[in-house]
């Protein structure tokens, strides 16, 4: 089974920038659809962004939309979450999710892989 691994959280000013990443262990990481999803202290784990296959289709939260990007890179086995603009209400653990059910899921459910989380804090 996949294993994912997050990095590339921390620290950041309101309006400043981060990428997170999410490195697979299996080559095959183009079976999986994969997306990320954030959880704040004493709330329930939300939807972010969600990418196909070969990345040629994506949803992102209405939350993010236009701030947020999700990318992958097969080749390197890794999935990537552009964060613009960030918000104090960016704070959150964020966790990279691979599913090997077909279609861009919003309900953390249908994800059966998940990493060990990214801290990313928001600073105002």
């Known amino acids: 089974q996949v294993q994912l691994v997050e990095s590339g959280g921390g620290l950041v000013q309101a309006g400043g920038s981060l990428r997170l990443s999410c490195s697979a262990s299996?080559?095959?990481?183009?079976?999986?659809?994969m997306a990320w999803f954030r959880q704040a202290p004493g709330k329930d784990r939300e939807f972010v962004a969600a990418?196909?296959?070969?990345?040629?289709?994506?949803e992102h939260a209405e939350s993010v939309k236009g701030r947020f990007t999700i990318s992958r890179d097969n080749t390197k086995n890794t999935v990537y979450l552009q964060m613009t603009s960030l918000k104090v209400e960016d704070t959150a653990v964020y966790y990279c999710?691979?599913?090997?059910?077909?279609?861009?899921?919003?309900?953390?459910?249908?994800?059966?892989?998940w990493g060990q989380g990214t801290q990313v804090t928001v600073s105002s």
């Open positions: 990418i196909n296959y070969v990345g040629s289709r994506i």
């Open positions: 999710a691979a599913s090997r059910f077909s279609g861009l899921q919003i309900e953390p459910g249908p994800y059966d892989v």
């Open positions: 299996e080559r095959a990481l183009n079976n999986y659809y």
